[in-house]
């Protein structure tokens, strides 16, 4: 063998050689890869002490935002009854300026309406005093006197208490003014197809109106010697616990 053939010789065998310890280090390395991926992929599944922690937090949380907008709600309740007090009020001195006294019946002195809901004891706006003083209210600001969302001169002969006028008006009757203009959810039932109940406070009850301190300012009943105007703000007529002062002074009202 000549020097030229050794020489290939063993250049093949150091080539062959370096391939075969080259694609062993690359199976290797190419394991380790393979492993060091799967490793990073593999997910530890969370423990029943992390779920039952990360369940309260979700249910706290929750329980927080539900009460915000709880919160939230209510006052919202509270300044739209405010505010409708004030309205419902001013149509009240309106209605003064053209009748020289407050909305108050006056067929029979005391009435069974107005004079008869006395807001020191009466303390339940889903009763029969509440609606019925709540009905003399709507009359007497609407003009609607017959209680069908309309206001012509067929309402002009009735009396705010929904009674007929006595002496009966000579015709041609023009229909009563109007001094506020109530909004469908503003009163009960808002399908205004249906007769009007009582007139609807933002927390579903019968808003209060009573001339009953007019009738009796000396035992006394009522508190304001023009009129009564409240909205019991959803609290219970027996509240538990009690609150600290009567419950009046949860009541949104203007006195």
Same mark, same amino acid.
């Given at each position: 063998?000549?020097?030229?053939?050794?020489?290939? $010789?063993?250049?093949?065998?150091?080539?062959?050689?370096?391939?075969?310890?080259?694609?062993?280090?690359?199976?290797?390395?190419?394991?380790?890869?393979? &492993?060091?991926?799967?490793?990073?992929f593999c997910f530890r599944a969370f423990t029943l002490i992390e779920l039952i922690v990360v369940f309260g937090l979700i249910i706290v949380l929750t329980g927080l935002v539900l009460s915000t907008v709880g919160y939230a709600?209510?006052?919202?309740?509270?300044?739209?009854?405010?505010?409708?007090?004030?309205?419902?009020?001013?149509?009240?001195?309106?209605?003064?300026?053209?009748?020289?006294?407050?909305?108050?019946?006056?067929?029979?002195?005391?009435?069974?309406?107005?004079?008869?809901?006395?807001?020191?004891?009466?303390?339940? #706006?889903?009763?029969?005093?509440?609606?019925?003083?709540?009905?003399?209210?709507?009359?007497?600001?609407?003009?609607?006197?017959?209680?069908?969302?309309?206001?012509?001169?067929?309402?002009?002969?009735?009396?705010?208490?929904?009674?007929?006028?006595?002496?009966?008006?000579?015709?041609?009757?023009?229909?009563?003014?109007?001094?506020?203009?109530? $909004?469908?959810?503003?009163?009960?039932?808002?399908?205004?197809?249906?007769?009007?109940?009582?007139?609807?406070?933002?927390?579903?009850?019968?808003?209060?109106?009573?001339?009953?301190?007019?009738?009796? #300012?000396?035992?006394? $009943?009522?508190?304001? #010697?023009?009129?009564?105007? &409240?909205?019991?703000?959803?609290?219970?007529?027996?509240?538990?616990?009690?609150?600290?002062?009567?419950?009046?002074?949860?009541?949104?009202?203007? &006195?």
């Open positions: 063998m000549s020097n030229a053939e050794g020489i290939t $010789k063993r250049a093949i065998r150091y080539i062959v050689t370096s391939l075969h310890r080259t694609d062993g280090l690359t199976v290797q390395r190419f394991n380790g890869l393979t &492993w060091r991926s799967h490793s990073s709600r209510k006052k919202g309740a509270r300044v739209r009854a405010e505010t409708e007090i004030a309205a419902m009020s001013a149509a009240c001195e309106g209605y003064k300026a053209d009748y020289a006294n407050y909305p108050r019946p006056t067929s029979t002195t005391p009435n069974n309406t107005t004079d008869a809901l006395d807001a020191r004891t009466m303390r339940d #706006p889903t009763t029969a005093n509440y609606r019925a003083a709540s009905l003399v209210l709507y009359r007497a600001v609407s003009g609607d006197r017959n209680l069908d969302h309309i206001v012509n001169s067929s309402d002009g002969y009735l009396d705010i208490d929904g009674s007929a006028l006595s002496p009966a008006p000579t015709p041609p009757i023009p229909p009563p003014p109007s001094y506020f203009t109530f $909004k469908p959810n503003q009163l009960s039932p808002s399908d205004q197809t249906q007769p009007v109940e009582f007139i609807r406070d933002p927390f579903g009850n019968s808003y209060g109106y009573s001339t009953a301190n007019q009738a009796d #300012p000396v035992t006394p $009943k009522g508190y304001n #010697p023009t009129f009564d105007l &409240w909205s019991t703000a959803g609290v219970a007529p027996s509240p538990t616990p009690a609150p600290p002062a009567t419950q009046q002074d949860l009541w949104i009202k203007n &006195w």
